[in-house]
C-alpha cells in the first residue's frame, strides 16, 4: 500500500475570485484552507498516479465523518472510516483492521490524509497548515495560465514553480474545484490526479460511515487497539526491535544498535513532503556524531521496489543508509499512518521522539531531539 502523506493532491477548492494575477502559493494554499471550511459534505473519485495506479472514492460529511475506499485494478487495498466516534483502518491486503476512539482535541492522522488529497483538509483541518508550509516551501511563484477542460468541465490553468519542481493545478470555473493536478517534480517524476465524479453539499446517510469488516477480516485485540492510535503512542515505551536489509542485502537489527542514539525516518520516493526532508536526513547522517558511529540514521523505505528507491538515491546524490521494508512490517510495528514520520530512540532502546509529517519547523525540531537524546549519557 502506497501512502502518499502530503502527495496525494485531489479535491482542491478555491473561490472562483481567488485568482488574482499576483498570488503566491500560499496564498493558494490559504484560499484552500477557507474554502474547504464551507464543505458540509462531499461524494468524490480521484484516480491516482504515481508510478501505480489507484482509486479513491471519497465521502465526507462534518463533523470528523468520512470514508475513504482505496482500490487497485478494481481490487480494495485499503479502507478509512470515521463515524465520528469511531476511527477505522482496513488492510484488504492483510484482512485487518484497527479501531481507535476519535479525540475531539487531536489530530487525526491516518492514511485517509494521503488518499483523500487536498480534500484531506475538511477531513483533518491541521492537515492543511502542513500543506500550506510544503507549497510555501516547494513554490516561489504562482501564475494564471489560461483555460482548458477537464472532461466535460471548463477549468482555469494556475502553474506553481519552484525548487521543488512544477504544480500544475485545473481549477472549476464555475465552482473553483480542482480537477486535475499535475506534479512534476524536479528530479523528473510525475505525480498525477484527476477527480472524475465530484458531488458537494449534496444529503450523505450517516449509514455510508459504519464499518462493516468483512466476514473473513480480524480485528486487533482490545489491548493492542488501545495503544495503536499511531506512531506518538510508542514515546517512552520499548522501540519495536526489527531486522532489515539495507540496499546491499546486508541486514540490520535494532538490537545491535543499543547503546547508540536511533534515527528512523519512514518515508518513499514517490511523497512530496519526504522529498522535501530528506536533505535534513542527508545532513543528519553526516552528523559528526554519525560519522563516529553514536549516531545511527537509518531512512527506513515504505514498500517499494529496490531499483526505484536505487535511481532516487543515485539521482539526489543521497548516502544515507536505506532500509527496504518491503512488506511493511516495520511500518505497522511503529504504527506508521503518514510519511514521513519520523522516530528517535535512546541509548537504552527507548522511544525519545516522535514527529508525524514534516512542516515549517520541523527541522529544527529534528535538530534539536536529536541533540538533547546525544546528550542524555
Not at 2 to 23: D, H, N, P, Y
Not at 60 to 73: A, C, D, E, G, M
Not at 80 to 109: C, H, M, R, W
Not at 122 to 136: D, H, K, R, S
Request: charged fraction near 20%; include cysteine.
Amino acid at each position: 500500500m502506497r501512502r502518499t502523506i502530503l502527495a496525494a493532491c485531489a479535491l482542491l477548492t478555491l473561490t472562483t475570485g481567488a485568482l488574482a494575477q499576483s498570488i503566491t502559493p500560499k496564498q493558494v494554499m490559504q484560499q484552500i484552507r477557507q474554502a474547504y471550511g464551507k464543505v458540509e459534505s462531499l461524494r468524490a473519485t480521484v484516480q491516482i498516479k504515481m508510478g501505480d495506479t489507484f482509486v479513491a472514492s471519497v465521502r465526507f460529511l462534518r463533523p470528523r465523518q468520512f470514508s475513504v475506499q482505496v482500490t487497485q485494478n478494481g481490487k480494495l487495498v485499503q479502507s478509512f472510516t470515521s463515524d465520528g466516534t469511531t476511527f477505522t483502518t482496513y488492510d484488504a491486503q492483510n484482512k485487518t483492521y484497527i479501531q481507535q476512539p476519535v479525540a475531539e482535541d487531536k489530530p487525526l492522522v491516518g492514511g485517509h490524509l494521503n488518499f483523500a488529497g487536498f480534500a484531506a483538509v475538511a477531513l483533518e483541518p491541521q492537515f492543511g497548515q502542513m500543506l500550506e508550509g510544503f507549497l510555501e516551501r516547494s513554490f516561489n511563484k504562482a501564475q494564471a495560465k489560461g483555460t482548458q477542460k477537464v472532461g466535460a468541465i471548463p477549468c482555469r490553468v494556475m502553474e506553481l514553480t519552484g525548487e521543488g519542481g512544477t504544480m500544475t493545478l485545473f481549477l472549476g470555473q464555475k465552482d473553483g474545484l480542482v480537477y486535475r493536478m499535475v506534479y512534476k517534480m524536479s528530479d523528473g517524476d510525475t505525480y498525477e490526479e484527476t477527480v472524475t465524479a465530484l458531488q458537494m453539499n449534496a444529503p450523505i446517510q450517516k449509514t455510508a460511515f459504519a464499518f462493516k469488516p468483512p466476514a473473513d477480516a480480524k480485528k486487533a485485540e482490545p489491548g493492542q487497539e488501545e495503544a495503536r492510535d499511531d506512531t506518538t503512542s510508542l514515546k517512552g515505551q520499548e522501540a519495536p526491535n526489527f531486522t532489515l536489509t539495507d540496499m546491499e542485502g546486508n541486514e540490520v537489527s535494532l538490537s545491535g544498535l543499543r547503546g547508540k542514539v536511533v534515527f528512523l525516518d519512514f518515508w518513499a520516493t514517490w511523497c512530496p513532503p519526504c522529498r522535501n526532508s530528506l536533505p535534513h536526513t542527508q545532513a543528519l547522517s553526516q552528523h559528526e556524531k554519525a560519522k563516529s558511529g553514536d549516531l545511527v540514521v537509518l531512512a527506513v523505505n515504505a514498500r517499494e521496489q529496490l531499483d526505484t528507491v536505487k535511481k532516487f538515491m543515485e539521482d539526489n546524490k543521497y548516502s544515507f543508509r536505506v532500509l527496504m521494508d518491503k512488506e511493511g512490517a516495520v511500518l505497522n510495528a511503529y504504527k506508521v499512518q503518514g510519511i514521513p514520520t519520523f522516530v528517535l530512540i535512546d541509548r537504552e532502546g527507548k522511544v525519545a521522539w516522535v514527529q508525524v509529517g514534516f512542516g515549517p519547523g520541523t527541522e529544527k525540531q529534528m535538530e534539536e531531539a536529536v541533540q538533547q537524546t546525544l546528550g542524555q549519557q
